[in-house]
């Protein structure tokens, strides 16, 4: 504890631990660097302040504040938490550990690092850092993702916590072990020197630590080829300004950045030719999409998927009519106010 009292970051919802904040915090960490999160949390923090005004909040208005933080699932099921806290809690964000686990998009990990570190409840943690910390101390060296390493590292974690009739609160420990992985005990290379608790390391002790935690069992990755269109609207006439204006839609719910606006792109299937993709997107819109030019490739990775995306302006057979809805004409500038995919916001970034 003297270590983390000496060493621990100063960071924003450590300040002020209240149980909003550090949900926000914990759910914005997840699978994201710290250095990442922090611009992103303070101005979340000054839109949605509390669990009502997330919770009444506009989902376009939120996921342009989730921009660029990926896995957007996130931050909806964070906003049907709110919602439900405010028709199950009067607005109020529960004690309970089963109330907090029954909440959209919180697991065991997070309930458990809410009430820990904002309301000192005796509850273990068992996330990235943690994980390797404990697995080190015991020498484990079966792959953690295995459900019998999963296990035994939650027994571990549990019996780290302080006892009842200690005076470290629960909170302060688990974020001294959080602390500890992220700043000495890292994935590689290791500051074992420099360790608070390396005299009590079994991996340290057997020379280990840098093999331990075991080799967790690697995805396969699938190649896949997407295209994007960039479909100017060649009737300017009804526009009062001559801002050249672009075809967009949100995209569609259930699948990849639902809701987010982007390009007229494949998201779904993998296509053999340009062609072939144009002609699947023409059919919600109507008429004929005509590919015309390569603009670039964008590379980008989701999930098990390593895409290559071909990006090519086009023209669409019958853009003398209005687009039907969703889909609208916008110039580069009202792209900025809309949720785009890192991908659709790339593309704009080639247009201005």
């Known amino acids: 504890m003297k270590w983390f009292d000496e060493h621990a970051r100063v960071l924003p919802w450590r300040s002020e631990p209240t149980p909003y904040r550090v949900w926000i915090s914990e759910?914005?960490?997840q699978q994201t660097q710290v250095a990442t999160v922090l611009p992103y949390f303070d101005r979340f923090l000054k839109t949605f302040p509390d669990v009502a005004s997330l919770a009444g909040a506009d989902e376009q208005l939120l996921m342009k504040h989730w921009e660029g933080l990926g896995y957007y699932r996130r931050a909806r099921s964070m906003h049907a938490a709110a919602a439900k806290i405010v028709a199950d809690h009067d607005g109020k964000f529960p004690e309970s550990f089963d109330d907090v686990l029954a909440l959209p998009g919180i697991g065991r990990y997070t309930a458990g690092a809410i009430l820990s570190i904002s309301r000192d409840q005796r509850l273990p943690i068992l996330e990235g850092n943690t994980v390797r910390v404990f697995s080190r101390w015991i020498a484990l060296r079966s792959p953690v993702n295995e459900t019998a390493s999963t296990k035994v590292l939650w027994e571990v974690a549990e019996a780290m916590l302080p006892a009842k009739s200690s005076k470290v609160p629960p909170g302060h420990f688990n974020q001294a072990a959080m602390e500890l992985g992220a700043l000495v005990c890292t994935p590689k290379s290791p500051s074992c020197d420099t360790c608070p608790v390396r005299t009590c390391c079994r991996a340290h002790a057997l020379g280990l630590e840098t093999t331990i935690p075991g080799k967790v069992n690697s995805v396969k990755y699938e190649s896949r080829s997407e295209f994007a269109f960039v479909i100017a609207d060649e009737n300017r006439k009804r526009h009062q300004d001559s801002a050249p204006r672009y075809l967009v839609r949100p995209l569609p719910a259930g699948?990849?950045?639902?809701?987010?606006?982007?390009?007229?792109?494949?998201?779904?299937?993998?296509?053999a030719s340009v062609e072939a993709a144009a002609n699947d997107l023409a059919v919600p819109l109507g008429g004929v999409i005509r590919p015309t030019e390569k603009l670039t490739t964008i590379k980008h990775a989701v999930t098990k998927y390593r895409i290559s995306l071909d990006v090519h302006t086009a023209v669409w057979a019958d853009g003398k009519t209005s687009p039907p809805k969703p889909w609208r004409y916008v110039t580069t500038d009202e792209m900025d106010e809309l949720p785009m995919s890192v991908t659709g916001r790339k593309i704009a970034k080639l247009l201005k």
Do not use: H, V
Not at 255 to 271: K, Q
């Open 27 to 29: 759910i914005m960490l």
């Open 255 to 271: 699948g990849r950045w639902a809701g987010l606006w982007d390009f007229p792109r494949t998201t779904e299937m993998s296509f």
